[in-house]
């Protein structure tokens, strides 16, 4: 049974900074690509970053140059460094876990809550 479980959200102020942590079990955990995906109220949710199991990056532009994503193989575990938080971030912010070569992420978290406040 695949878990994704993440921890780390809260409560900030606006240019302040927040780590997440997402820690996989069920799985062969190097061999997924892990995402970060947000999803503010009342809009869809939307990508954040991700790393391949070779450790390539992607981000979106919105936080591109704020955000970083790493993962721990050794831990089964992704994270994402936020700096200079915005309002804008706020959001409930989800883990996601997707097989080699797969379009759509196999596996997700329950989310956890990132309120930045201005």
């Known amino acids: 049974q695949v878990q994704l479980v993440e921890s780390g959200g809260g409560l900030v102020q606006a240019g302040g900074s927040l780590r997440l942590s997402c820690a996989a079990s069920?799985?062969?955990?190097?061999?997924?690509?892990m995402g970060w995906f947000r999803q503010a109220p009342g809009k869809e949710r939307e990508f954040v970053a991700a790393i391949t199991w070779s450790q390539t990056t992607i981000y979106a532009d919105s936080v591109k140059g704020r955000f970083t994503i790493s993962r721990d193989n050794a831990k089964n575990t992704v994270y994402l460094s936020m700096d200079n938080l915005k309002s804008e971030d706020t959001a409930v912010y989800y883990c996601a876990a997707k097989r080699k070569l797969r379009i759509s992420y196999d596996y997700w978290g329950q989310g956890t809550q990132v309120t930045v406040s201005s």
């Open positions: 069920g799985l062969t955990f190097s061999s997924f690509t």
